[in-house]
């Protein structure tokens, strides 16, 4: 019994001495066994040339200096992280049942360098921190629930993106604190701000908390959410705040995504979400257009067709700023196409509305324009905006056919010209109807193929000299078939223009003007084609009004820039515009009789030209009807 005893102290003795050497010196066992597991644990090659440390109290950890966990081979420096000092802590069950399987990590003054290859793969893709796809252990990291971090520095590089930042990173009580400069996406880079735990993002699949203030290119963007997948995210809800050239490049700072636009000044809700962009909530500028509503943009997963959705309101909005954002075409040399491409890449639905449209530097008051793009198709109904007190409305379509067709219908009641002429002295209340139609591959081939009729009439109006002059119509030299010599306007009882449009070409139907000084009649024709005038006047003096010239005039050439000549007008024209003028056939006024009521009013001008040219028709009539009868007695 004794020698057994003997043989077991001994034993005891052994053990407890073994223990107390491998506690003292674990120098001699833990590193190359702490080598071994790390480097198993995390698929990646880990060295510690520093000395190595053990505590086996609650909590379990070990202590190692100068450690180095490799980068994979295809990386551009060798070592992920480089630290002074890491700190494992272990679970005391783990621990003793000699499972490695950490809990915690400490790193203090840790060197990162992160990279990500044209494969998407990155060197932080590490298993043993639960987000890896490497191989290993399939509950690898799933224990580790803290990365603690002091005093880091970081290196990332995407060559791929153009990005190369350099930043420090520690951690604390509430999360992570950060700040990175250098080029992120081709851009001068400078960013700061807090995000949440750490192992969160390099896990890279919850939602990471951050708050960020970031310059780059030209964008100054305060950021407040969370984002999934850092550094390229695949999730994003943020409260946003920026101003900068363009949305594009706020969508790329930001993982892509948003429209071409002018200088913004924003704020609002950017989301990522299934891979739909989405701005809502947004407040604030694009251009010179302040804007409230909402922007999307959803690429198909199968490659077909983007989907836009854009629903913007304003006070004041300029044309200019919304067609920069849906992809107004760029100048292009040789005929200007028809966007018969970019019509099949997207489907779009966009809703503006306007307290005030500003078209050309005209600014049109309560606007509203809905269009739907589908299938090729882009139909805007409704077209609407009011000037004055009156109303523009209508529909338009655009097809992405072989030719593309258009097809355009507006009504015009009522307009005040005054708002659109922006001068003070003009007045006068038009309207009418367009209906065309046409097909072609180009611009020039759709002024072509137009066909259609067109109705314009103006009543009660003003018309000034100076203004004509200003603006350019190209026929501001014919002001003296209207204008008397020593004035410098004149009053404008009813002015009518028709015309039937066939293959490019419009034939006038109706070109006549009733002013305080004169009567003036024309007929011919406008070729769009070539863009080309070839019209005749005539006019009939009222009183004792003196004209620059009361004779047949001529007006022939390109509508820019046309030559006006005195006489010279065809035979055959001639009498038909003294037909006209002799009263044997109805005034021009009438072929657009229909639409006076709605387009300028019952009660002005264009309506008491007609009765009385209705009348005096009636008259004419009666009287040879008696001649006739005296006759045949």
């Known amino acids: 019994m004794k020698p057994a005893l003997k043989v077991v102290g001994v034993a005891a003795l052994v053990l407890v001495t073994g223990v107390a050497v491998a506690l003292a010196f674990p120098a001699f066992w833990l590193e190359p066994l702490l080598e071994n597991r790390l480097s198993a644990r995390l698929d990646r090659q880990v060295q510690i040339d520093g000395s190595v440390d053990l505590s086996v109290f609650d909590p379990p950890a070990i202590m190692a200096e100068d450690v180095a966990v490799a980068n994979p081979a295809w990386a551009q420096e060798p070592w992920l992280l480089q630290a002074q000092t890491l700190r494992v802590t272990f679970s005391a069950d783990a621990l003793w049942s000699f499972s490695l399987k950490p809990v915690a990590i400490g790193l203090d003054q840790p060197r990162l360098f992160l990279a990500r290859n044209g494969d ?148 609002g809700r950017l989301t990522l979400t299934d891979g739909r962009w989405q701005f809502s909530d947004a407040s604030g500028t694009i251009g010179e257009s302040a804007v409230a509503g909402l922007v999307a943009v959803e690429p198909a997963a199968d490659g077909g067709p983007t989907r836009l959705t854009v629903d913007l309101s304003s006070g004041h909005m300029e044309v200019a700023d919304i067609a920069a954002v849906l992809g107004e075409p760029g100048v292009s040399e040789g005929p200007a196409q028809i966007p018969a491409e970019a019509l099949r890449a997207y489907r779009a639905d966009v809703t503006l509305k306007a307290d005030e449209l500003v078209v050309a530097g005209r600014a049109l008051p309560d606007a509203r324009i809905q269009a739907r793009l589908e299938n090729g198709r882009l139909t805007v109904d409704p077209l ?168 047949p005039v001529h007006v022939t050439g390109p509508i820019s820039d046309p030559s006006i000549e005195a006489g010279g007008v065809a035979s055959t024209v001639l009498q038909g515009l003294g037909a006209v003028a002799l009263g044997t056939v109805l005034t021009p006024v009438a072929a657009v009789a229909p639409f006076i009521d709605t ?35």
């Open 120 to 267: 998407g793969g990155t060197t932080w893709d590490v298993a043993g921190l639960g987000g890896g796809q490497s191989q290993g252990s399939g509950d690898s990291g799933r224990d580790l629930d803290r990365l603690t971090v002091d005093d880091g520095r970081f290196r990332y590089r995407d060559p791929g993106q153009d990005t190369d930042l350099t930043g420090t990173l520690s951690t604390t009580a509430d999360g992570t604190a950060y700040d990175a400069s250098g080029t992120y996406k081709e851009r001068e880079t400078e960013a700061s701000g807090t995000g949440g735990d750490l192992l969160v993002l390099l896990r890279g699949r919850a939602p990471w908390p951050l708050e960020a203030e970031v310059t780059a290119g030209g964008h100054d963007v305060s950021l407040q959410g969370t984002a999934t997948g850092l550094p390229a995210p695949t999730g994003l809800d943020l409260t946003i705040a920026g101003a900068g050239p363009s949305l594009a490049g706020l969508g790329e700072l930001v993982g892509g995504g948003l429209p071409t636009s002018p200088p913004y000044d924003l704020a």
């Open 384 to 551: 609407m905006a009011g000037v004055g007190d009156g109303r523009m409305q209508g529909r338009a379509e655009l097809a992405a056919g072989s030719p593309p067709t258009v097809a355009v219908s507006l009504e015009l009641n009522r307009l005040e010209l005054n708002p659109l002429a922006g001068v003070e002295a003009v007045r006068g209340v038009f309207g009418g109807t367009v209906d065309l139609e046409s097909s072609g591959a180009t611009v020039e081939a759709m002024r072509g193929n137009l066909s259609g009729r067109v109705a314009l009439l103006l009543s009660d109006g003003r018309l000034t000299r100076q203004w004509l002059e200003m603006a350019q119509i190209g026929l501001s030299d014919l002001t003296g078939l209207f204008i008397p010599q020593e004035d410098d306007a004149t009053a404008i009882r009813c002015a009518a223009a028709g015309f039937d449009v066939s293959n490019g070409v419009a034939e006038a139907t109706a070109l006549y003007a009733d002013t305080e000084a004169a009567v003036v009649r024309g007929d011919g024709a406008i070729d769009l084609r070539d863009l080309t005038l070839d019209l005749a006047f005539t006019m009939d003096p009222k009183g004792a009004v003196t004209l620059a010239y009361d004779g």
């Open 599 to 633: 387009s300028v009013g019952a009660e002005g001008g264009c309506r008491q030209a007609l009765d009385e040219t209705v009348a005096e028709q009636e008259d004419g009539t009666a009287e040879d009807a008696n001649d006739r009868k005296d006759e045949g007695g």
